[in-house]
């Protein structure tokens, strides 16, 4: 069953500016995870923040997490063409990775 | 090799027909997953198989069938497929086994079917 909800379902940007999405969930989670995916290919992991962590950061992407509110955001910071994808989070329990409905993003050069 | 190889990339079946998906990973991986994915939706767990064995079934119909030959490989037979079944077959690996823990997923780029 699906675990997570993101938040818009599409967002579109031009490049060089900042991209937020929201995901929420409704049970206890060990971690979760972002992953992007471009068209028709696999999904590709971003970052994993475990449920013990509040923030976390790699790169241009910054991800929170609020246990107490069971929702994560993930911010791409200084977007460019090539973050034009779909960002799903995925939501760890002790049996398996459930993802969420996904956020489609565009950026527009 | 941090990569998951997936063939065919695209397949196309009719509903009589017999065909298989090939998943590989060399990463010493324990735990490897098959995930169906209509288009626009997330990816939606089949099967897991945790130390090559059969760990989860997520209520999978029976006209798809997994196989683990070894730790590396992983199979999905297919036989007498719906047009419904038409979508994206990922595969996906895991370093360790099932319970599953803090581990991230190393995605295939999948195989696209049409079934006819």
């Known amino acids: 069953s699906q675990q997570g909800e993101e938040d818009p379902q599409a967002l579109s940007i031009q490049e060089g500016e900042n991209a937020t999405m929201n995901c929420s969930y409704k049970?206890?989670?060990?971690?979760l995870q972002w992953y992007r995916q471009n068209s028709g290919r696999g999904l590709v992991h971003l970052i994993l923040?475990?449920?013990?962590?509040r923030e976390k950061h790699s790169g241009r992407l910054r991800v929170t997490l609020d246990t107490s509110k069971k929702s994560s955001s993930l911010l791409i910071t200084a977007s460019r063409a090539a973050d034009t994808a779909s960002y799903f989070c995925?939501?760890?329990?002790?049996?398996?990775?459930?993802f969420g409905s996904g956020t489609q993003l565009t950026v527009l050069p | 090799d941090t990569e998951v190889t997936q063939t065919p990339k695209h397949l196309v079946m009719g509903m009589t027909n017999k065909k298989s998906l090939k998943c590989e990973q060399h990463?010493?991986?324990?735990?490897m997953y098959w995930y169906k994915q209509k288009a626009k939706k997330p990816p939606e767990l089949m099967f897991v198989?945790?130390?090559?064995?059969?760990?989860i079934n997520e209520s999978v119909p029976s006209r798809f069938s997994p196989e683990c030959p070894n730790s590396s490989l992983l199979n999905l037979h297919l036989h007498a497929l719906q047009p419904e079944d038409s979508a994206l077959y990922l595969c996906?690996?895991?370093?360790?086994?099932?319970?599953?823990?803090?581990?991230?997923?190393?995605f295939g780029s999948g195989t696209q079917l049409s079934v006819l």
């Open positions: 996906a690996s895991s370093r360790q086994g099932i319970p599953y823990t803090n581990e991230k997923l190393f």
């Open positions: 923040i475990r449920s013990n962590e």
């Open positions: 990463m010493g991986h324990r735990a």
């Open positions: 198989y945790s130390y090559e064995k059969l760990s």
């Open positions: 049970t206890s989670i060990n971690n």
């Open positions: 995925a939501t760890g329990s002790a049996r398996q990775l459930t």
